[in-house]
């Protein structure tokens, strides 16, 4: 069942019209299309939607111009810093993408070059850093409890290739692993986000598989999203992370189906 609930278009930083992923997940056997776009950042207009209205009327338009085709979801990458009015959305899917210190935003995942400026807020100490991080986000997710927990553990983009800084450190692992059992708590759905394998960055999609395993054993529930920034990407390495997903044990996955969170197996 070919479906991604996370995906970007040029209403925030995304090559391509919503119309044009429609129209080539149609082409490709998709049942159905959620849209995420990120959300308004006071702090940060690089990346997040300018025009949300205009982004509302225009996914709605399309959910009923293919409304015979392809199920259509009108959802939002909400930045954990950044609340919205959550009933504009058919879903939310909750991101945190900065760290907040000394009264100030500082964006992990632009680049590696703001990731150093954020521990370098965090006084350098990677540790802090991801207490600080998963502290926050896991506050946000337990009180919020968006529809899907978007990628968790974004802090790690830069670790196989650029910045070495927590994957070889097994005191990483022990704050990781504590506060996925934290967010595992909120019933949640996390996904797991192939976007960092197609542009790159990671080897293995986000959550890394050491918290996967935790989340299966807890009884978490997971959903594939590829974060897609062009329609090219849309089931980007899905194949291959569901064979990861089935070898860390679970058997199904969850995806939007008639307006509601639905397992299918995997
Ligand atoms: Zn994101
Ligand atoms: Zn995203």
């Known amino acids: 069942m070919l479906a991604n609930f996370h995906t970007h278009t040029t209403f925030s930083d995304g090559k391509n019209t919503p119309e044009e992923v429609v129209r080539y997940a149609i082409e490709k056997g998709f049942s159905a299309v959620g849209f995420s776009d990120h ?23 399309l959910k009923e111009k293919y409304a015979d085709q392809i199920e259509i979801y009108l959802g939002v990458e909400e930045d954990s810093h950044s609340l919205l009015s959550r009933e ?16 100030a935003y500082y964006s992990i995942d632009s680049n590696c070059e703001y990731f150093t400026k954020a521990l370098a807020a965090a006084g350098n100490d990677e540790l802090a850093f991801a207490k600080a991080y998963y502290g926050h986000f896991c506050e946000y997710i337990q009180t919020r409890k968006p529809d899907l927990i978007g990628h968790f553990d974004l802090l790690t983009k830069f670790d196989e290739k650029e910045q070495a800084r927590f994957l070889h450190n097994e005191d990483y692992w022990a704050i990781a692993e504590q506060y996925t059992l934290k967010a595992l708590k909120s019933g949640c759905i996390f996904e797991v986000n192939t976007g960092m394998i197609t542009r790159g960055f990671r080897s293995s999609p986000c959550p890394h598989e050491r918290l996967l395993r935790v989340i299966h054993e807890h009884g ?34 969850y995806i939007l189906k008639n307006g509601q969170w639905t397992s299918v197996p995997l």
Not at 40 to 60: L, Q, S
Not at 88 to 103: E, K, P, Q, T
Request: proline share 0%.
């Open 220 to 253: 978490g529930k997971v959903a594939l999203s590829s974060d897609s920034h062009q329609r090219e990407t849309l089931n980007g390495c899905f194949a291959e992370t569901e064979e990861l997903l089935r070898k860390v044990g679970f058997s199904e996955r």
């Open 39 to 61: 959300g308004y950042t006071a702090y940060d207009g690089r990346y997040c939607m300018k025009d949300t209205a205009g982004y509302i009327a225009e996914i709605k338009r």
């Open 88 to 103: 504009d959305f058919d879903y939310i899917i909750g991101s945190c993408h900065y760290l907040y210190a000394n009264g």
